[in-house]
T-cell receptor
Framework: DSGVTQTPKHLITATGQRVTLRCSPR?????VYWYQQSLDQGLQFLIQ???????AKGNILERFSAQQFPDLHSELNLSSLELGDSALYFC???????????FGPGTRLTVL | AQTVTQSQPEMSVQEAETVTLSCTYD???????LFWYKQPPSRQMILVIR??????QNATENRFSVNFQKAAKSFSLKISDSQLGDAAMYFC??????????FGTGTLLAVQP
C-alpha cells in the first residue's frame, strides 16, 4: 500500500458524459501528479500540482481539467468523454518536486 | 526533450536465475533522476529503485540493482535470484526539470518455475 488513495476504482460511463476522479496523496506529500495509461499511448503524464498550484502540464486534453484543494487532495475532471478516453488513470504523490513518486491504485475508466 | 527507450518488449527468466532489463534514455539536462517501476497484474505501480544522475555509485535495493552508464545514457535493471512474484511489467522512467516522469514502453517479465 503506497498510502495514495484513489476513488472510484472503476467507472463505467457513456460518451459525452463528465466524470470526476479523486486522489488523496500520502500524508505530508505536497505534489500530486496525474497519469493516463492506455493500450495505444502507454503511460503519459497529464498534469502536476504542488501545494495547490499547477506546476507542469503534459499532453492533457482541453476537455480535461484538474485542481488541488487546500487539504491537498486532487480531482481530475474529464468531460465530453469519448471512447478513446477509456484508460487507467493514476494519481501519484511526492514530498517535493524531485522526489520519488508513489502511485495510487488507479481508476479504471470505461467509456461505452 | 526527454525520451526513454526499452527495446525488450518481453523477457523470460528461470526462477532463482538473474535477468537484466535494458533501458536507454536521452536528456539535455544535467540534473535528473532515473527510476524503475514494477506493474504486476494488479496494475499497481510500485517503485523498485531510484538513481540520481549525479551519483556515480549504482543503486541497490535487495535483489534489485542498476547499472547506470551516464555517458552511454544507459540504465539497466538487474534482478538476482528471480522469484515468481517478480513477474510483472517493468517500466523505466526519467525525471528532470520538466517535473514529470517520462516512461518507456515497458518490458514484460515472465518468471518460469
Amino acid at each position: 500500500d503506497s498510502g495514495v488513495t484513489q476513488t472510484p476504482k472503476h467507472l463505467i460511463t457513456a460518451t459525452g458524459q463528465r466524470v470526476t476522479l479523486r486522489c488523496s496523496p500520502r500524508s505530508g506529500d505536497l505534489s500530486v501528479y496525474w497519469y493516463q495509461q492506455s493500450l495505444d499511448q502507454g503511460l503519459q503524464f497529464l498534469i502536476q500540482y504542488y501545494n495547490g498550484e499547477e506546476r507542469a502540464k503534459g499532453n492533457i486534453l482541453e476537455r480535461f481539467s484538474a485542481q488541488q484543494f487546500p487539504d491537498l487532495h486532487s480531482e481530475l475532471n474529464l468531460s465530453s468523454l469519448e471512447l478513446g478516453d477509456s484508460a487507467l488513470y493514476f494519481c501519484a504523490s511526492s514530498v517535493g518536486l524531485a522526489n520519488e513518486q508513489f502511485f495510487g491504485p488507479g481508476t479504471r475508466l470505461t467509456v461505452l | 526533450a526527454q525520451t526513454v527507450t526499452q527495446s525488450q518488449p518481453e523477457m523470460s527468466v528461470q526462477e532463482a536465475e538473474t535477468v537484466t532489463l535494458s533501458c536507454t534514455y536521452d536528456t539535455s539536462e544535467s540534473d535528473y533522476y532515473l527510476f524503475w517501476y514494477k506493474q504486476p497484474p494488479s496494475r499497481q505501480m510500485i517503485l523498485v529503485i531510484r538513481q540520481e544522475a549525479y551519483k556515480q555509485q549504482n543503486a541497490t535495493e535487495n535483489r534489485f540493482s542498476v547499472n547506470f552508464q551516464k555517458a552511454a545514457k544507459s540504465f539497466s535493471l538487474k534482478i538476482s535470484d528471480s522469484q515468481l512474484g517478480d513477474a510483472a511489467m517493468y517500466f523505466c522512467a526519467s525525471f528532470a526539470s520538466t517535473n514529470k516522469l517520462i516512461f518507456g514502453t515497458g518490458t514484460l517479465l515472465a518468471v518460469q518455475p
